[in-house]
């Protein structure tokens, strides 16, 4: 009889241990964040400046897709950067506070050397962050790995920008995946698509995404 109890006692007690471990690996990048309102005015549309939107651009069914050749023009007659497609979130720029991206986004194989998540702004340069996909690898700009194995395949995304603290965590479908700090304060603010790498970017380069969403804290 006092086995039988034991024998209970101890089920008990493994049942609140895998749901205690169930809410921590359940745990998600957006708890405690509040969802900040976007629409289609927020989201500010760049393209190479010589050619129409839809030669670049397409939304259909819930998902966007970004494409751009490696010897397209810049996204205004006078800048001297590399060419891109990419949606600018507008409306919701920072200097402060804890912010974050989460998007679902698919890279097609082929697509390489190029920047599909930035937030533009810095004490010093252009960004403080960029995700790269290089061979169907995220890397923070050309240097650390920050996920492997993304291509042909729709992957959760979510960077986590808290600039009191000068730090950016990104989380690849829910894990988190790299900490970094940031590049100093600045005039903040998200971006995805595709944008070239300075070098070794394929000619074509694609990148689609879904439920685009912003959080604060």
């Not at 050749?69 to 920072?94: L, Q």
């Not at 679902?104 to 960004?127: D, L, N």
Request: with cysteine; charged share 25%; proline share 4%.
């Amino acid at each position: 009889m006092k086995a039988s109890n034991c024998y209970k006692l101890f089920i008990i007690v493994v049942i609140f241990c895998l749901k205690d471990h169930w809410f921590i690996c359940g745990a998600d990048p957006t708890d405690g964040f509040t969802r900040v309102p976007l629409t289609d005015e927020n989201l500010d549309l760049q393209k190479p400046y010589n050619i129409p939107l839809s030669q670049r651009y397409n939304y259909s069914d819930g998902i966007r897709s970004f494409w751009v050749y490696n010897k397209d023009k810049s996204f205004k007659p006078d800048s001297n950067t590399r060419p891109r497609t990419e949606v600018r979130i507008k409306g919701h720029d920072y200097s402060s506070g804890i912010w974050q991206f989460e998007g679902y986004a698919f890279v097609p194989t082929g697509t390489s050397g190029v920047t599909i998540v930035q937030i533009h702004g810095a004490a010093e340069g252009a960004t403080t962050l960029q995700l790269r996909i290089y061979n169907g690898n995220m890397r923070y700009y050309r240097y650390n790995l920050v996920a492997t194995d993304l291509y042909d395949k729709w992957f959760r995304v979510n960077v986590i920008h808290d600039v009191g603290k000068g730090k950016i965590t990104v989380f690849i479908d829910g894990e988190e995946k790299f900490v970094v700090n940031d590049q100093g304060p600045g005039h903040l603010y998200y971006k995805c698509g595709v944008y070239a790498a300075p070098a070794k970017s394929s000619n074509f380069m694609e990148s689609r995404w879904r439920d685009i969403k912003l959080f604060k804290k």
